[in-house]
């Protein structure tokens, strides 16, 4: 249903409480016409829209409630409550529309990927395709900074490229002509020609779309089981009332008293209080977080969230910044100061994060670089440079390795180790951490005293170390590290197998798993377009802490709807046992149900003030 077919049923519904209550304070006739006039167009929308809705989905929708209150309060003569009814109804749900639809167009309009032409060349011929329409052997033309569209093989340029969103390797990597890049992956710092070897829809970044799609639309069953409930609990409200009609009226000549008492009913049977319990409270915590910074997709994932037991987050861009930073530099026998002068002239020679680290760190400490020459990128992940006239070189595990040198073994280092040789052999290490998120600190035990029973850190990225670290930081029970996108989509499978399970993360290799999840959790709104999509929740800030706002706004709002639950159900089987006695008249039964509603409202108003980060 669009938002404008909800305003125009909202607002035909108070233009017949108008005119019919000005004309019960008044007396005028025209009154009494417009009320009934806009009265019945009411009721034709409404019945529209539940015929509508048993044809399409042959299911019965809160619309029959309304569309019986209306029709027996005209009966009986008491229009003015029927329509209060509908407007009221209206109105709730119009608000929770609008608030929930504002916030799914903020998401969307996150998604920048979603149907972008890639730039090909084909046969001699520059071209613009869909990525589907890419063939084996077309050469895709990616700008610096643009997401790499195709799995294949770059045939021209070199750049530093960023595959944190593919493999959770925090740290661009080098890639020049001859080596292998995987879509989704993005080329920072120049153009690239990747030519593809397979086809567009065969590749890495196609695939995972296709599969996210195809999870998401079998992902609610919590949706169907309420569906159910609510067929039988409409059903039961209308069969009541038509039995209160035929035992105090039908059944012994006096119609009039039984469309009296049946109205009655009806107007205080009508679940608007319940009707709106849950809708007013999602909508109220939905635009109380969105104006911190998160947004959801509607209120049942914030409502799972709050009955969450298993968190899996992970680690690159959710806990980390992704950017390096030097804790220390290690010595096996020179001065740390030499050492790392010689790493600093090393890497002054290049343009990648770590050189970076390695200069700044530097700095700090009052150590400059000096010249270097004949630098030049190894295979793996390594440099090599001529500084004050020795060979060095500063590489990871793999890189060192391939040229013949042999690790020191049992070195305890908090972090990463970019291991620095000179003149062949290995002289020490400069150790790098991905700098943890100030709100990540702790973050495991703020979960657990919200009821979290585990909480698991689940990276890609495969350096053990810095895998641990980061675990023993934010205090999780568990920690995996080097998984592929499989991977954690079968730890996402074995924990919901045992209780609800949010899955937190930000790039490509977190979109699948995110989509399988119970309720999928993105950090941070420049990241993949995928995890976005396939999310439930963003949290647009790179915030860590907001994940324990979220988990508290689903508590809260569990407890809310129980306490609009219990006071509707009271209120109404006070006014059921009270309109079935024939004390409330309809006009009393309409006011009666209204304080209800009112009620539910004011409370689910509460949510829009929420605590976010310790803070009203």
Wanted: with cysteine; glycine share 10%.
């Amino acid at each position: 249903m669009s938002a404008r077919i909800f305003a125009i049923r909202m607002a035909v519904a108070l233009i017949a409480v108008l005119g019919f209550a000005l004309h019960r304070w008044t007396g005028a006739a025209p009154l009494l016409w417009i009320g009934s006039v806009f009265y019945l167009l009411c009721l034709v929308m409404y019945l529209r829209s539940l015929l509508t809705a048993l044809m399409l989905t042959r299911r019965v929708t809160a619309d029959l409630l309304v569309v019986t209150v209306m029709v027996v309060a005209f009966l009986a003569k008491t229009p003015l409550s029927g329509a209060l009814v509908a407007w009221f109804i209206s109105l709730g749900l119009a608000i929770s529309f609008f608030i929930i639809e504002r916030t799914r167009r903020r998401i969307e309009a996150l998604i920048r990927q979603k149907d972008k032409d890639v730039r090909i060349m084909r046969d001699g011929s520059f071209l613009e395709v869909p990525v589907e329409a890419v063939r084996p052997g077309d050469v895709a033309i990616v700008p610096q900074g643009e997401m790499i569209p195709v799995d294949g093989q770059i045939v021209e340029g070199a750049s530093s490229v960023d595959e944190s969103v593919i493999t959770g390797e925090p740290f661009s990597v080098y890639r020049q002509a001859g080596d292998r890049v995987t879509s989704g992956s993005i080329s920072l710092t120049s153009q690239l020609k990747v030519r593809a070897d397979k086809a567009g829809d065969k590749g890495f970044l196609y695939v995972m779309s296709r599969e996210i799609a195809a999870s998401l639309k079998t992902k609610p069953d919590i949706h169907q089981r309420a569906d159910k409930i609510v067929q039988f609990f409409i059903c039961g409200v209308v069969l009541y009332a038509l039995g209160v009609f035929l035992f105090t009226g039908g059944l012994t000549g006096d119609t009039a008293t039984g469309l009296v008492r049946m109205a009655a009913v009806t107007a205080v049977a009508c679940p608007c209080a319940w009707a709106l319990s849950v809708p007013t409270a999602f909508a109220a915590v939905i635009g109380g977080l969105g104006a911190h910074g998160i947004l959801v997709r509607g209120g049942i994932p914030l409502e799972m969230v709050g009955r969450a037991v298993h968190f899996i987050l992970d680690k690159t861009g959710t806990l980390t910044r992704g950017k390096p930073r030097v804790s220390e530099v290690v010595s096996f026998g020179s001065p740390k100061t030499e050492l790392l002068r010689l790493a600093a002239s090393v890497e002054s020679g290049f343009n990648h994060p770590v050189a970076g680290a390695v200069l700044a760190y530097a700095a700090a400490n009052g150590v400059f670089p000096l010249p270097a020459r004949e630098t030049e990128y190894l295979p793996g992940v390594g440099v090599k440079a001529i500084a004050e006239g020795r060979e060095v070189m500063l590489g990871n595990a793999e890189s060192v390795t391939a040229q013949g040198m042999q690790l020191p073994a049992d070195v305890p280092m908090d972090g990463r180790a970019v291991w620095i040789a000179v003149d062949g052999e290995i002289a020490g290490a400069v150790v790098i951490q991905d700098e943890l998120m100030d709100s990540a600190q702790g973050l495991a035990d703020a979960l657990r005293s919200l009821g979290a029973k585990s909480v698991v850190l689940a990276t890609g990225d495969s350096d053990e170390a810095e895998a641990r670290r980061v675990a023993r930081r934010i205090g999780a029970d568990r920690c995996q590290w080097g998984l592929k996108p499989e991977d954690k989509v079968g730890l996402v499978s074995e924990l919901t197998g045992l209780g609800t399970t949010v899955m937190v993360g930000d790039g490509v290799n977190d979109a699948l798993s995110l989509s399988r999840a119970d309720v999928g959790i993105s950090i941070g709104s420049a990241k993949a377009d995928l995890a976005i999509k396939s999310s439930d929740i963003v949290i647009m800030r790179e915030d860590a802490s907001s994940l324990v706002a979220v988990v508290q706004a689903g508590r809260r709002l569990i407890r809310v709807i129980r306490q609009n639950y219990a006071w509707a159900i009271g209120f109404n089987l006070a006014g059921i046992a009270l309109a079935t006695a024939g004390v409330l008249s309809p006009w009393l039964a309409a006011l009666f149900h209204h304080a209800s509603s009112i009620l539910v409202v004011a409370n689910s108003a509460r949510l829009v003030k929420m605590p976010v980060n310790g803070k009203q």
